[in-house]
């Protein structure tokens, strides 16, 4: 069974830049698009950011111009740079990946957590 696997989390200073990285643990085929999640203490899962394999990319309101994605399609790896980061950051952050003939996939989750 694939698995996502994802790294880079931790407790970063409010202002401060993460930056987390996703990787299958074994081949996907036919992904579509991957993406990040997060979800806060309380709250719903949100969608933070996509990119499709043509390389399109979208973005929550409350993180365009502060995050980047960007990912690798060869080795199916999606990577999420967050710059200027603010306690309402904090979460657990969830990689994602659709694909077309089969069942998404999702990650553990990576702790993020903003605060001084």
């Known amino acids: 069974q694939v698995q996502l696997v994802e790294s880079g989390g931790g407790l970063v200073q409010p202002g401060g830049s993460l930056r987390l990285s996703c990787a299958p643990s074994?081949?996907?085929?036919?992904?579509?698009?991957m993406g990040w999640y997060r979800q806060a203490p309380g709250k719903q899962r949100e969608l933070v950011a996509t990119?499709?394999?043509?390389?399109?990319?979208n973005y929550a309101d409350s993180v365009k111009g502060r995050f980047t994605i960007s990912g690798d399609n060869a080795k199916n790896t999606v990577y999420l740079q967050m710059y200027s980061l603010k306690p309402e950051d904090t979460a657990v952050y969830y990689c994602?990946?659709?694909?077309?003939?089969?069942?998404?996939?999702w990650g553990q989750g990576t702790q993020v957590t903003v605060s001084s």
């Open positions: 990119i499709t394999e043509d390389g399109i990319t």
């Open positions: 994602h990946a659709a694909l077309r003939y089969e069942d998404d996939y």
């Open positions: 074994g081949r996907l085929f036919s992904v579509s698009a």
